[in-house]
């Protein structure tokens, strides 16, 4: 033998294997992204013994088993969301997940053989596969209309596939990755750079679905694509998504962790708002529990400063008392925390959290948890009575990467029956799904909304609208400022409506201060979203025991550099009980404007105040609500209904009431809202009907300082001042109020005034 040859040899058989190791990864066992062997070793070890992981494993096992009784199938795609191959597609990656978890927890061949004959149907019709035949989506999936769909399928399939990795023959595997597998993720990412290198919830699933199969096939080059994006896309600066936002910044960084760094503020909050971080919770967390146990070095859950386990907890308390996401931005009302996204985001959250046992009060109210270890440790804390109430607070959340682009309000107070809660937007634009409504405001009473927030425009997966896309008037109206509860200037949107204009803004906190249970505030300016006009708003709830329940305080300033017409619209829930001001009802109904939202209110109604005060009384949900506002005898006083301009019925037909000042430059909106009484329809009795509210006056108004005095029924009074520019703790002030003098410390003042 040549013994020179033969060491050559082994240095050329080493070189290789160190080459390709470094190329495509480590060898690992399976299953290793959301189950791991010894994971599944302790969840056979307690099964019978876990009451919520038990019902969750029997619930899965009879919808799976079912699915597996009527057959597989997998047809060529040609619909829209809520279309029957749209829907069946998504069911079949929803099932094959949770038939492969079968196969690891029960150890039963048929699922294992269920989720093979799936795969290997999927890799047989991909190949040929076109591009989906609908049109609409500015990346067009093969097996959905948008890319985006497809990477919700790749998510939920490599986890199927991590399941029956060992059971597949390795030529079954190499089958599937060459001809399914491998063709997907380029697809999605290579093939759809507009897609995948964002900043985005989009992006988002599409780094997960890539990092997620690379996981599987132990690819690091492909994992890498989804860390950090695609190194060169050549995407157009100028090309926007559906929503009408721009794909991508000049010099932005994309993939996973740029997701994880941009639109996440310090605190947790998204910027997209909670109904798409909800959507989002999914991917981020399934792929970062994946790489915690593929890759537990990058220490996944560290990554800025822990934010993706802090936004569990922000997400959760973006919420109402039944659970239900604020609506901010796009946001379709009645997504809550009972959704597959925050199961896992509870579950997630604790196991890797540290426990918090708060998080297991929600996991008893969603009554289901993940088939996984952090499952199984969430439900043997519920077993255990671990659980401490999750208790839902005032607080304020910044937003953006840095936490400097304004942010979200939230105060809450208990009331005679149910808690009131403020929700303050004074944030950034959100991105594509961003609405035009700097310092708007909803009001919610219990799980029921007082004043609301309208959300978007879009029947999700109901075909019959769209095909359960966005709706026109998503544009013409939902993301108009009109359609908020804040201040629009002559008829037009913030910013113009331009969404490059709106993303380059934001408005800035003022104050915050929820120390004193009995006076919560929180104020914001805005100096942008009309050039040369200021806006500064600041909302109080206020607990005065002569009041049923706590009372919202709403102070909004405008000044501008010239004269212009204010409205300011509350779009209030419920039946109209009384006015103290006369109003005259056309004949027929007319479009209050034209356009930037106008176009889809109809007036039904103006009138004027003969005082200072316009009142306005409603009723919803068998409580009395009322409306008391600061007023000048040339205010018009509208009633506006939403729909006009409507031909599909898209459009809710909620009522608004605006408060409209014309000609004028500086502008001072004040109003009291009130909760009160409440009727039975068993007894027919009204208890507590009428407002106690006698009167709202600014009685002191300049650059420094405004003063409200708010006057009882009985004419006892109580002074609310705010100071403007000075928000230090330690000022002291003073100002003259009709021959009265007023001194404090601090940036605001609420006492007693007679």
Avoid at 503 to 520: C, G, I, M, R
Avoid at 627 to 648: Q, Y
Wanted: with cysteine; charged share 25%.
């Amino acid at each position: 033998m040549n013994f020179k040859n033969f060491k050559y040899k082994i240095l050329i058989l080493i070189v290789a294997t160190f080459s390709f190791v470094y190329q495509n990864g480590y060898s690992q066992e399976h299953p290793s992204l959301i189950l791991t062997k010894e994971g599944v070793k302790k969840i056979r070890a307690q099964l019978g013994k876990v009451p919520l992981f038990d019902k969750t494993l029997a619930k899965v096992k009879e919808e799976v088993d079912a699915e597996i009784l009527a057959g597989i199938e997998v047809p060529i795609p040609k619909d829209f969301s809520g279309g029957y191959t749209h829907e069946r597609h998504k069911r079949n990656f929803l099932i094959i997940q949770k038939a492969g978890v079968l196969y690891q927890i029960l150890d039963d061949e048929k699922y294992a053989v269920y989720v093979k004959d799936m795969l290997l149907a999927y890799a047989k019709m991909y190949p040929t596969l076109p591009i989906h035949p609908q049109e609409r989506s500015y990346a067009r999936g093969k097996l959905f209309w948008q890319c985006l769909n497809d990477s919700n399928w790749l998510v939920y399939v490599s986890q199927a596939y991590d399941c029956v990795y060992d059971y597949l023959s390795k030529n079954e595997r190499k089958h599937l990755e060459k001809n399914l597998f491998r063709p997907f993720a380029d697809f999605i990412s290579l093939g759809n750079p507009q897609f995948f290198n964002r900043v985005h919830n989009h992006s988002t699933w599409g780094n997960v679905a890539v990092g997620m199969i690379a996981l599987v096939m132990n690819d690091n080059k492909l994992l890498d694509r989804a860390l950090n994006g695609l190194k060169t896309d050549n995407i157009n600066p100028n090309q926007k998504d559906n929503d009408g936002g721009f794909i991508k910044k000049a010099g932005q960084k994309v993939g996973f962790l740029a997701n994880i760094d941009e639109p996440f503020s310090p605190d947790g909050y998204y910027t997209e708002g909670p109904y798409y971080q909800r959507y989002a919770m999914y991917p981020f967390l399934v792929f970062a529990e994946s790489l915690e146990n593929v890759k537990p070095e990058m220490k996944i859950f560290e990554y800025k400063n822990g934010v993706l386990i802090k936004s569990i907890n922000t997400l959760l308390n973006l919420t109402d008392t039944e659970g239900e996401f604020f609506p901010l931005n796009d946001g379709q009302k009645g997504m809550s925390y009972y959704s597959r996204e925050l199961v896992s985001s509870v579950d997630i959250g604790y196991y890797f959290g540290g426990n918090q046992s708060e998080l297991l009060s929600i996991a008893k109210e969603q009554g289901e948890v993940l088939l996984d270890e952090t499952g199984l440790s969430v439900a043997m804390g519920v077993r255990d009575e671990l659980a401490k109430p999750f208790f839902k607070k005032s607080v304020v959340y910044t937003d953006g990467a840095d936490g400097t682009q304004g942010g979200v309000g939230i105060i809450r107070a208990n009331g005679s029956k149910d808690e009131l809660a403020l929700v303050f937007k004074f944030s950034s634009q959100g991105l594509s799904h961003g609405h035009y409504d700097k310092l708007s405001f909803s009001f919610y009473e219990g799980g029921n909304e007082v004043l609301q927030d309208y959300g978007l425009a879009r029947f999700v997966n109901i075909q019959q609208k769209g095909g359960g896309n966005y709706l026109k008037e998503n544009t013409t109206w939902a993301k108009q400022t009109i359609a908020h509860n804040t201040i629009v200037q002559n008829e037009t949107s913030h910013f113009g409506g331009n969404f490059e204009i709106g993303s380059l803004n934001h408005s800035n906190k003022y104050l915050f201060d929820v120390s004193n249970p009995a006076v919560q505030i929180i104020s914001a300016k805005e100096n942008n979203a009309y050039p040369g006009t200021e806006l500064h708003r600041t909302m109080v709830i206020i607990k005065d025991e002569k009041f049923e329940n706590p009372y919202l305080l709403d102070i909004l300033k405008v000044n501008s550099a010239k004269e212009n017409q204010y409205d300011l619209p509350y779009y209030f829930m419920g039946q109209v009980i009384s006015t103290n001001f006369k109003y005259t009802i056309p004949t027929i109904l007319t479009k209050l404007g034209g356009k930037n939202g106008y176009q889809h209110l109809w007036n039904e109604g103006v009138g004027k105040s003969d005082g200072e005060n316009a009142k306005l009384t409603w009723f919803n949900n068998e409580r009395f609500y009322t409306l008391t506002s600061f007023v000048s005898k040339d205010d018009e006083l509208i009633f506006a209904r939403i729909g006009a301009n409507d031909p599909d019925f898209n459009l809710r037909r909620d009522a608004g009431f605006i408060i409209r000042k014309k000609t004028v430059k500086d502008a001072v909106y004040v109003s009291v809202i009130e909760s009160h009484g409440n009727y039975s329809p068993v007894d027919e009795i009204a208890t507590n009907a009428f407002s106690n509210v006698k009167n709202v006056d600014v009685v002191f108004n300049d650059a420094n300082y405004i003063a409200i005095a708010v006057t009882r029924e009985n004419n006892e009074k109580k002074l609310f001042v705010l100071a403007l520019n000075d928000i230090s703790n330690n000022s002291k002030h003073k100002i003259e109020i009709r021959d009265k003098s007023v001194e404090w410390t601090g940036a605001y003042h609420f006492n007693n005034f007679n």
